[in-house]
């Protein structure tokens, strides 16, 4: 086996790896059952003991209130980008969204399909290098609900805090759900691909308030409406066996690190590092302006784009993989979800330092 690599893959992302070796011997036979993992009925007691252990561990975790439903959805991230407007917005309503990156924009372009849709701030100009602060936008008084996308994994921004609202919030959390404490109770949704913080590619995790279930549209098509894959315990059909599985897995794996306080101790000082080394010379300019900076996508540029174009090459060859930017604003990323070890930041700074001496600007 070759010697496992530093992975600072944007997503789908690096996982714990005592979490891929039991899932390598679970996947040929799960609990000495004879049977392998991913061929086991989702009606079995087998897998309805993972989903169930997945759900608990998440409210544990996130300490999520009774009244709301976790439900395990298909279609990405990216489905929810239609499917909230198409259940929580009627016709002519309104809904606000903050435009911080591509998934916002996304998200709105959807919306637009749904209902009246207020774009209250936008950073698009600056490149989305930053959010908003919290006097830098208006919630219209007759919106439904405040859209945010809490982490722009592209750009390497963060709403340093939660927006605050009379409105209810709903945020796409995608690339930083449970990397740092949260007051679920302020939410009416929050959703989640699992490929960033939680998993593997192949489910969404969603959070909703249980009276939000009541409002989606009669025309609303059955596997689309939240309320179907709430009373059926995410049953409705099958489910992503696999991929929820491993989503049990990391939730323990996080649990003992301490839940979401350990886990946010650690990414504060891993993103720390990176920074303090960013700041520390004019040669790495960081892209995000310092209030907004993520503590999950460290995104910079160096001098010029070839030193660039070297910079990861040279970084790959010695185990650094994954720090090319997102083709939109280019440069490098180095994205440090829960699951990424601190040694590997250690390690990435160090060759920063010696690339610089050798490739002066
Ligand atoms: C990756 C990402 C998405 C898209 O996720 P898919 O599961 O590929 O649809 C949406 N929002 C954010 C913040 C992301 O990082």
Not at 287 to 309: C, I, Q, W, Y
Request: net charge neutral; hydrophobic share 40%; aromatic share 10%.
């Amino acid at each position: 086996m070759p010697e496992r690599v530093y992975n600072f893959s944007p997503g789908p992302a690096t996982l714990p790896y005592e979490v891929l070796q039991q899932a390598a011997k679970d996947i040929v036979n799960f609990q000495d059952s004879g049977i392998g993992l991913i061929e086991i009925s989702h009606r079995s007691k087998q897998f309805m003991a993972v989903i169930e252990e997945a759900e608990q561990l998440l409210r544990e975790l996130m300490d999520i209130p009774a009244n709301y439903k976790v439900l395990f959805l298909q279609g990405g991230a990216s489905s929810q980008f239609f499917m909230i407007p198409m259940n929580l917005l009627g016709d002519g309503k309104k809904a606000t969204y903050l435009n911080t990156g591509v998934w916002s924009k996304k998200a709105i372009k959807e919306a637009n399909q749904f209902g009246q849709i207020e774009i209250a701030y936008s950073s698009e100009e600056a490149k989305f290098n930053r959010v908003p602060a919290p006097g830098e936008y208006v919630v219209a008084d007759d919106s439904e609900y405040l859209y945010f996308v809490s982490n722009n994994t592209i750009y390497g921004t963060q709403f340093p805090e939660m927006p605050k609202s009379e409105k209810m919030l709903i945020a796409d959390m995608s690339s930083d759900i449970l990397s740092r404490k949260l007051d679920v109770s302020k939410f009416g949704l929050i959703f989640a691909g699992a490929q960033k913080n939680l998993g593997p590619a192949g489910v969404t995790l969603v959070i909703i308030r249980e009276d939000l279930l009541e409002r989606t549209p009669k025309n609303v098509p059955t596997m689309l409406s939240y309320k179907t894959h709430a009373d059926n315990g995410s049953m409705f059909n099958t489910p992503p066996t696999f991929s929820i599985y491993i989503v049990a897995q990391v939730l323990k794996w996080l649990k003992a690190q301490g839940g979401v306080d350990g886990m946010e101790k650690i990414n504060r000082e891993k993103a720390e590092m990176l920074y303090n080394a960013i700041d520390s010379t004019d040669y790495y300019r960081g892209h995000a302006e310092p209030g907004s900076r993520s503590m999950m996508n460290v995104s910079f540029n160096l001098p010029t784009a070839d030193l660039e174009k070297k910079f990861i090459a040279e970084a790959a060859a010695v185990g650094l993989d994954g720090l090319k930017g997102h083709r939109s604003i280019g440069g490098c990323r180095a994205s440090i979800y829960n699951a990424f070890p601190r040694e590997g930041v250690v390690k990435l700074v160090e060759f920063m330092k010696e690339f610089q001496a050798k490739n002066p600007a």
